[in-house]
């Protein structure tokens, strides 16, 4: 199992604290951001592929701003992806 915190950039949110297990996502919490809609998309993706979830949430931008929660939360799926195979 492998925990990352990242740092989000361009959002309400400012933290993803990540946990995942052999490319399957364990938990995500989001500090800051809309509490509602973050609690649902992490109760939503627990249990889903990493790649899945990239897939669908990439690229998604929140009004103006060229990034959102979902897509800061693709990014940090990479990194986990990254750490759990420099585990291996």
Do not use: W
Request: glycine content about 12%.
């Amino acid at each position: 199992m492998q925990e990352i915190i990242y740092q989000t950039q361009g959002t309400c949110s400012q933290i993803i604290r990540l946990t995942g297990d052999a490319g399957r996502i364990v938990n995500v919490e989001f500090l800051g951001g809309c509490h509602g809609n973050l609690q649902g998309i992490a109760s939503l993706v627990r249990g889903m592929k990493y790649e899945d979830v990239i897939e669908r949430v990439e690229g998604i931008r929140c009004g103006m701003k060229t990034t959102s929660c979902p897509d800061q939360l693709s990014k940090a799926l990479r990194k986990l992806m990254e750490a759990e195979q420099k585990e291996a």
